[in-house]
């Protein structure tokens, strides 16, 4: 299988990093950067979201590549093998592999949303997604959407392909460090997700969980302050769909 990795970058931070990380797997890559670098695959465009990075790097996938790596340029990347295996099965589409995160609240969030992801794949991983080219074409180009990797995954369902969560695969990655910054990254995610929606036909569980999520989203307050920030930025995401909001891009730093 002839890999190849496409990298997004909103700015030139952690590009050099990501270069000599993937010269040293050996792989063809191309990173899409909102910054201008000297660098032969280093690509400049302006920073639309990374749904437009995604539709842009699309032109420079080499026409050889069977399998697509989605990778954003804030990580460092672990068993790809792993993820790669699961192609052996013809009917696999898609693999997504896990974030990791060493610190800050997300830390207690992926050990509730993983054991989810295993049962039913509701969220993408837009840090490490490896697509079928053929397929990563035909679902393309992405329309505007702040959860790109989600509305990739429930696009690859709704075309009848099978979906696999690899948590052996991993994208080491830093999130938010405080509960309160939960908040806006929560929201963002969940109003892309609810945009993915109605853009797509996902398995009717996955349907069923987003009808459901706002509802339900006050069991979080058991987990103290963190739960109740998640349980805001869910509630919040929702609102903002709900009235309107059909754009790609977020323009709060909830990391700072």
């Given at each position: ?132 080219r053929g397929v ?16 990739i995954l429930f ?102």
């Amino acid at each position: 299988m002839k890999l190849f990795f496409l990298v997004l970058a909103r700015d030139k931070a952690h590009v050099h990093d990501k270069i000599r990380e993937l010269e040293n797997l050996n792989v063809q890559y191309k990173i899409v950067c909102g910054d201008r670098l000297d660098h032969p695959n280093v690509v400049y465009q302006v920073p639309r979201g990374k749904y437009a990075a995604v539709n842009f790097g699309a032109s420079l996938i080499p026409k050889e590549t069977d399998i697509v790596a989605m990778n954003d340029v804030d990580t460092r990347i672990h068993n790809i093998d792993q993820a790669l295996q699961r192609f052996k099965d013809e009917k696999v589409a898609l693999v997504f592999g896990t974030e990791k995160v060493d610190e800050g609240p997300q830390k207690l969030f992926l050990r509730i949303l993983n054991p989810i992801r295993n049962k039913i794949p509701i969220a993408g991983t837009g840090e490490l997604m490896f697509i079928r080219r053929g397929v990563f074409d035909e679902i393309g180009p992405l329309p505007p959407c702040k959860a790109e990797d989600t509305y990739i995954l429930f696009k690859v369902q709704e075309n009848g392909y099978k979906v696999v969560f690899c948590e052996n695969c991993y994208a080491e990655t830093q999130r938010t460090k405080t509960a309160q910054k939960e908040e806006p990254y929560r929201r963002k995610t969940v109003a892309g997700i609810y945009q993915a929606l109605s853009y797509s036909k996902p398995p009717p569980l996955t349907r069923l969980f987003y009808i459901l999520l706002p509802l339900v989203s006050p069991i979080l307050l058991v987990s103290g302050q963190k739960g109740y920030f998640w349980m805001r930025g869910i509630l919040l995401g929702f609102l903002d769909y709900a009235r309107g909001d059909r754009t790609g891009t977020w323009t709060t730093n909830y990391m700072e």
